[in-house]
């Protein structure tokens, strides 16, 4: 038995996965850890699947590789949360397709009008609300470009829409984009789009992003949606801009403040769709078979000696290398 | 000037179309028709565009071709509606995508929850509804692969969903279907299906296709969408399938009866989405143009002395040519 420690989240993957990492891993001490165990165990690790506690991580002298389960990974890129040489692998790409659902479901029923046929339902009213607008032929801007813009992207084309694209920097459009441009230029695109998507992390740049002033950019038959972070939009501006009808409607998966309060006046917008951060997470029948894919790729790799896949840049927080 | 007539329906096209149908027939006499004028002008018209009353199209001996701007063309194609001779062809392809989209946003919808997401706002509930089925990897069951049932089935094939279609006859699978079936195959296919998505015309084989038993076949997870007529669905049968969880939702745009009574109990189902007959008419903005584009191109082809497009078989009631 060779005495590296592996640690792998406990009751994350399912019984059958939790063997197959087993046995990706022969002759590996692996040892499957709940919240309470990563204190003792850490210190012994050198691969480690998981997120544990970002303070815990001081601990890990042996560490070689942190795979995690989530896409975000800035808190574990940040300087000294990991010891020196140890690598650190996102599962970015898990979660792209799920959330690229979530925000193609709503900017269909803000399309459609279906708030306002739920309410017409509600009342028991047989009302038609008129023309709608279909996603073919439909001009949908998407802010921040990565693996959930990217991935929203791709389905937008592939139903006919005409996808401008919003990127830190300047480089050649993807073939489902049909423009590509950088955040100086989002003021000029915000009139044309039937939908602008907010699919990015919060950064200096992309708080306060959507406030008065660019709302009211938009044409009032234009509709926002937000699921990178709530901060992005300036939720006090977004609540004005839909009740003088500045835009058109609203879908929200993240808010600031997050979770909303009760008595915000947001909840009550019926030209908004809310729901409570459930586009990311495991939420999605595949995002976890996905996550799975990536950490059994890392431990086969890991075993043989090989380079990982999905790795992070620790100095930049950027995703290095592809699964 | 020729002293063949062209009857148009009148106020359905934009101006512009109305002089682009115009030049279309040089030559010709071309009159635009209010539902007042039908009578007096239909004993003249040799071309028709429009669906005027049928009672009315007996008068009308010297017709040639019957330009029609529904997808229907059923009580057009009946024995005796038209006089000997003339040929009668349909807008069918203007509409599918439209209802294609709207049978999509209604399927994510239903997958996501949100009509629970919904229902948890308005209680200003930041409520997390569990795991959600995402289109990628859905198993989608389309009954009735005409135009509609094709575009919708396109569609989810394009977003990653196993399409399985069920149509009159055996014939081969398009490249968007991966397994294409007879009705006699249906009872089987219902267990394995995530939607179920009825795009089936009002005939004797669809009217109450969806009882009691064979929405029992269905899974209690699965979702039943209807966008045919509301005969292929027995009504009662479904509220009490919603009711019971024997199904996990449905989505209707079409009901039996229709419009749905105000003290319908399917109103208040609250995992169904009830719209009053939307999704097809000229609600999506592209629908219209898609039915100009068949009738200009039939003008051209009338002027020219060519063979129509989209022609309707008058014994079957079927489409014959494609646009």
New interface residues.
């Given amino acids: 038995m060779n005495e590296t420690q592996i640690l792998i989240l406990q009751s994350f993957f399912s019984p059958e996965e939790e063997n197959r990492l087993r046995d990706a891993l022969p002759g590996f001490s692996v040892r499957f850890c709940g919240p309470a165990d990563w204190a003792d165990a850490l210190p012994e690790a050198s691969f480690v699947i998981g997120n544990p506690p970002v303070p815990l991580l001081r601990s890990a002298k042996k560490l070689r590789l942190l795979q995690l389960i989530s896409s975000g990974a800035n808190q574990y890129a940040a300087p000294g949360a990991l010891p020196e040489g140890a690598q650190l692998a996102c599962a970015t790409g898990s979660y792209g ?2 959330i690229a ?2 925000l ?3 900017t ?2 803000l ?2 009008r ?2 306002a ?2 309410a ?3 009342a ?14 439909a001009s949908i801007l998407v802010v921040g470009l990565g693996d959930i813009g990217g991935q929203y992207a791709r ?1 937008c084309h ?3 829409a005409h996808v401008t694209g919003v990127c830190r920097t300047k480089r050649e459009a993807p073939p489902f984009v049909e423009e590509l441009h950088t955040f100086d230029e989002l003021d000029a695109l915000l009139p044309r789009a039937d939908a602008v998507a907010l699919c990015v992390p919060e950064t200096k740049q992309t708080i306060g992003l959507m406030d008065r002033r660019r709302l009211a950019l938009m044409r009032p038959d234009s509709v926002l949606l937000n699921v990178g972070r709530g901060t992005a939009v300036v939720t006090a501006d977004l609540v004005q801009a839909l009740r003088d009808g500045t835009i058109g409607g609203a879908a929200l998966d993240v808010t600031d403040p997050e ?2 309060p ?3 006046p947001l ?1 009550d917008e019926p030209r908004c ?4 951060h ?1 586009s990311g997470g ?6 976890r078979e996905r996550i799975f894919s990536i950490c059994l790729e890392n431990a086969r790799r890991f075993a043989a000696g090989k380079a990982a896949v999905n790795l992070v840049d620790r100095t930049t927080g950027y995703r290095v290398s592809q699964p």
Same sequence: chains 1, 2.
Wanted: overall charge neutral; glycine content about 12%.
């Fill in positions: 397709p799920g659902e979530y193609l479901a709503c269909m029923s399309f459609l279906l708030p046929y739920g017409n339902q509600r028991h009213a047989w009302h038609d609300e008129g023309p709608v607008r279909a996603m073919k032929g389905r592939a139903l006919g979770p909303l009760p008595d915000h909840w769709i809310l729901t409570p459930i495991s939420h999605f029948i595949g995002t």
